[in-house]
């Protein structure tokens, strides 16, 4: 969040009519910005477009090793607009070793304790299930 706060603090006076005019900087997040994202919001859509950017090149250094079929954001991204998938996909396409979709893309806003949890039990009933002298 402090990074998007920076960013919004060099590129506010280019957005005066910006949405985010109206929230505290110091409260900021990237929720926000997505939620602004969607409704139109030009700065936040200048936002969003260099966060697609930036993640376009970090998911490229990882699906050239590991080559997913998909690619799964959790968290705060998880709330991404239509416009962030538009935006990485495009950049992505940039890359000249890329079609227009490499690889799926899945925005899962399950908490990180939830997942965390399911993981648990699962792993939990399979050390179980494993060992029949637990549960004759």
């Known amino acids: 969040d402090e990074y998007l706060r ?3 603090a060099a590129m506010i006076g280019a957005h005066p009519d910006s949405m985010l ?3 505290r900087l110091d409260e900021l997040t ?3 910005v997505f939620h602004l994202s969607a409704r139109g919001d030009g700065l936040a859509r200048a936002l969003v477009a260099e966060l697609a950017r930036t993640f376009s090149v970090a ?3 990882i699906t050239l090793v590991f080559d997913p079929e998909t690619v799964v954001f959790h968290g705060d991204y998880a709330n ?3 416009f962030f998938q538009e935006e990485l996909f495009r950049h992505l396409s940039g890359f000249r070793y890329y079609g227009q979709r490499p690889f799926s893309l899945e925005l899962d806003p399950t ?8 993981g648990a039990y699962a ?6 299930f494993q060992d029949p002298s637990l549960y004759t």
């Open 30 to 32: 990237v929720r926000d």
């Open 80 to 82: 991404a607009d239509d």
């Open 123 to 128: 792993l939990l009933l399979e050390m179980f």
């Open 21 to 23: 005019n109206n929230l």
């Open 111 to 118: 908490p990180i304790e939830t997942l965390n949890l399911r």
């Open 59 to 61: 998911i490229r250094n």
């Open 6 to 8: 920076k960013q919004v």
